[in-house]
C-alpha cells in the first residue's frame, strides 16, 4: 500500500475530521474571546483599577536606548500574560459549560423509561377472553342428527308368589 494511500484513508477517517472542524472552530472562537476580553472586560477592570492597561504592564530588564537603535526593550510583559490567563479562564468556563450541557441532555434522555411491556394475562382473564370471543361469534344453529333412540329396558320383576 503506497503512503499516499494510507494517508487518504487516514485522512478521511470521521475522527481526523472532527478534530479539523474542532480546530478550526476553537481558533475562531479564541478571537471572540480575545475580542471579549480586550474589548468588554479589560476596560472596565483598568477604570477600576485607576485606569490601568494590563496589556501594557511590563517590567523591563533594560531599557531601549534612544540615540541608538542598536539597544532594544528587553522587558517581561506580564500585563499581556495577565489577559490571556482571563482569556484562557473565559474559554474554560465555556467549556466547561458545554460540557456540563450535554451531560444534562444525555442524563434526561437515558434517564426517560422505556414503556413497559403489558403484564401477560393471567389464566382467569385467558379463560374469559375465549368465552367473549365465543360469545361473539355469530351463533349458527345447525340440528344435531338424530341418534336412533337405543331401546328401553323394562325392569325386571319378581314374580309374586
Known sequence: MSIVKEFREFIARGNVVDL???????????????????????????????GLDFSKLQWVLK????????????????????NTVIQFLIVAVVVFLLVKLVNHIRRADAAEPAPEA?????????????????????????AAPKAAAAPVAKPKTKPKA
Request: net charge negative; glycine share 10%.
Open 63 to 82: 531599557p531601549e536606548d534612544p540615540v541608538t537603535e542598536a539597544v532594544e526593550l528587553v522587558a517581561i510583559q506580564y500585563g499581556a500574560f495577565i
Open 20 to 50: 479539523a472542524v474542532g480546530v478550526i472552530i476553537g481558533a475562531a472562537f479564541n478571537g471572540i474571546v480575545k475580542s471579549l476580553v480586550d474589548g468588554v472586560i479589560m476596560p472596565p477592570i483598568g477604570l477600576v483599577t485607576g
Open 118 to 142: 403489558p403484564a401477560a394475562p393471567t389464566p382467569e382473564e385467558r379463560l374469559l377472553t375465549e368465552i367473549r370471543d365465543l360469545l361473539a361469534k355469530p351463533a349458527t344453529v345447525t
